[in-house]
């Protein structure tokens, strides 16, 4: 599912595209201030950003040009500015598309899939797409090597982040942890067992919201650990 950002001060706006895209199948979160939706828009993933051009904070412009100095993800402005200086300076500061308020919602959808399709197509003619588990709020990328909860990067050892990704590669089987040192450390486990339980307690601590009821990496008392898909 395509992830989108939307950066409008307008609320009734901003809750009029959400609605329309989530309707066509797309995640949506909206920012009412520019510089808050900026710093989201640099550390977050998403896959396209909707700006509007007068913001709170920081304008459409400057979150543009700041995106797409680390990003080739597409933008769209809009504006109620009708003026032909503002959508060259837009488009021209990297943006892929300029709308005009008001337009219609149907428009809007429209065209965001039509630039998704357009990025999708380049980017899968020229690189290989990470291997990814994304699990509520959970993202494990195993080929960048990197855990992001809720778009939130967590440090990994090397350890912790291959028992993590064995689990999440394996879900819903439970793994002894003789079998967990076994397949991860490519060891016999005599002696080890406790290392296992310590890195699953380290692990539970970065992506678990409460390590007590733990929601991706369950205890099979008796028996070992599973991840819950």
């Known amino acids: 599912m395509s992830k989108i950002l939307i950066i409008e001060d307008e609320e009734s706006i901003a809750d009029l595209e959400k609605d329309y895209l989530e309707l066509s199948g797309f995640e949506v979160v909206t920012e009412n201030n520019g510089s808050v939706g900026l710093e989201r828009a640099l550390q977050e993933e998403y896959d396209l950003f909707i700006l509007d051009l007068m913001l709170p904070g920081v304008d459409g412009f400057e979150i543009c040009k700041q995106i797409r100095e680390v990003k080739n993800t597409p933008i769209l402005m809009v504006s109620a500015k009708k003026d032909d200086i503002d959508k060259i300076r837009g488009l021209g500061l ?9 337009f219609s919602p149907s428009e809007l959808v429209a065209r965001v ?11 899968g003619s020229t690189v290989v797409k990470n291997d990814v588990i994304e699990i509520r709020g959970l993202k494990i990328d195993r080929t960048a090597r990197r855990v992001f909860v809720n778009g939130e990067e967590k440090i990994f050892t090397s350890k912790e982040f291959d028992v993590l990704a ?8 439970v793994f002894s942890k003789e079998e967990l040192f076994r397949k991860v450390w490519d ?7 406790a290392t296992v339980t310590v890195h699953i307690k380290k692990i539970r601590e970065k992506i678990e919201f409460n390590t007590q009821k733990p929601q991706y990496i369950e205890t099979i008392w008796g028996v070992g650990y599973r991840f819950k898909m």
């Open 94 to 102: 990297g943006a892929d598309d300029y709308i005009t308020k008001p």
């Open 187 to 193: 060891m016999e486990s005599i002696g080890e067992i």
């Open 166 to 173: 064995f689990l999440a590669a394996n879900p819903n089987r």
């Open 113 to 123: 899939k039509a630039h998704l399709s357009r990025y999708e197509r380049l980017i």
